[in-house]
């Protein structure tokens, strides 16, 4: 109905406003598509030379956004796998080693010194500590340096391990010094109690202090074998770099088609060395995530592996394949058939072909744009 002027009453017949907001909604989609595609609302296609000039350059550029992205992410997570596998992993180990082979040592000696509550054994007067407990500190003190040296260590970490391998010599010349004084009872004592101090109580506590660097050895593990910041920021930018990029590609091929009157575009295959990327880099990022698990997971069993107690073990059982030192090699070997299993090189190699792959197929539809503009390009020079 109208109004006495003439003018429509509201909800009698005239425009009616947008209800539900769904037309805001849909502007700036259908803005994003007219931009994509090269529709001007008002006048219809946009000018072919100066749109697939703009593609030219811009499909391209972020084409490469997404492959560093992408690469980025992917070459985080396989640091953080080499640096597990090269450095914490092997690093761990050593340190179990020199912590279960003091223990043995300190048993050995207790054994042939007699004292837990016995005698001396008869051929200390002749051969004295005998060839295990030696080799057994010998080991331990190889096992700390080889810790040091596998650079997993913080500067205070290699300080420390430095003062628990003097405090492994200071340990050993009280362990000496008691087997020279085995013939007396009181001096014997002493020195055992000296050398016991020092590896299992006090300040100085060598077994303790090698379980806090296993402790924190194992802590960051955990926070390598995660996903951190970096991975999540690049692989996030990576995935809405591509959405943008799919947009953009949707859309030039539907200008190409409609203004350039192209059915089979060359362009298309050009998108697929992408979509390659993602397959490769994904697939890559979860073998090595697996394999970051598994050193977090070896970590923890190392952690667990002790020596038993002289009661429910003697020398021949923490020497035999049931052992302790037994149990840490087979972690080691086994963590390192695992991660050769997953063959993080390999995949380090397939990620670099695929980056170089996308990269071809960036500049790939810059070339075919380059040939599908040449000839509207001619034109607008001669116009101008």
Not at 53 to 69: D, E, G
Request: one cysteine or more; aromatic letters at 8%; proline letters at 5%.
């Amino acid at each position: 109905m109208m109004n006495g002027d003439g003018s429509a009453r509201p909800g009698d017949g005239g425009p009616a406003a947008p209800s539900g907001g769904s037309t805001p909604r849909g502007r700036p989609v259908r803005a994003l598509w007219y931009w994509s595609s090269g529709r001007d609302p008002a006048r219809g296609r946009k000018h072919t030379g100066r749109f697939l000039f703009s593609r030219m350059l811009l499909l391209p550029a972020i084409t490469f956004t997404v492959l560093a992205l992408a690469g980025t992410a992917y070459f985080d997570v396989h640091g953080r796998t080499e640096e597990l596998r090269d450095r914490y992993a092997p690093a761990l180990v050593e340190l179990a080693h020199a912590r279960v082979s003091l223990t043995l040592a300190q048993a050995e000696a207790e054994r042939r010194l007699g004292t837990r509550g016995g005698r001396p054994l008869p051929q200390t007067d002749l051969v004295g500590l005998g060839e295990r407990y030696p080799s057994l500190v010998t080991a331990a003190a190889q096992s700390l340096n080889n810790a040091v040296q596998s650079g997993a260590l913080s500067k205070a970490q290699e300080q420390e391990a430095r003062v628990v391998s003097g405090l492994v010599v200071a340990y050993d010349d009280w362990i000496n010094w008691a087997n020279s004084h085995h013939d007396s009872r009181p001096l014997l004592r002493a020195g055992m109690d000296y050398a016991t101090t020092l590896l299992r109580s006090g300040p100085t506590a060598v077994l303790d202090r090698i379980a806090t660097l296993e402790t924190q050895l194992r802590a960051s593990v955990a926070a390598l074998s995660g996903w951190r910041t970096v991975f999540g920021v690049t692989a996030s930018g990576a995935l809405l770099a591509a959405l943008v990029l799919a947009f953009v590609f949707v859309g030039l091929l539907d200008f190409v088609r409609a203004s350039l009157r192209v059915r089979g575009s060359l362009l298309a295959p050009y998108a697929l060395p992408v979509l390659l990327v993602f397959a490769v880099l994904w697939t890559g990022v979860t073998v090595q995530h697996r394999a970051q698990q598994d050193v977090e997971r070896s970590a923890v069993r190392l952690g667990r592996i002790s020596v038993p107690s002289p009661s429910s073990a003697g020398a021949a059982g923490t020497d035999g394949p049931d052992g302790p030192a037994a149990a840490i090699e087979k972690v080691d070997s086994d963590l390192a058939g695992r991660l050769r299993g997953t063959h993080p090189g390999a995949w380090v190699l397939a990620s670099v072909l695929a980056l170089v792959v996308g990269a071809a197929g960036a500049v790939g539809c810059g070339f075919t744009l380059r040939q599908y503009g040449r000839e509207h390009w001619k034109i607008d020079w001669r116009s101008a």
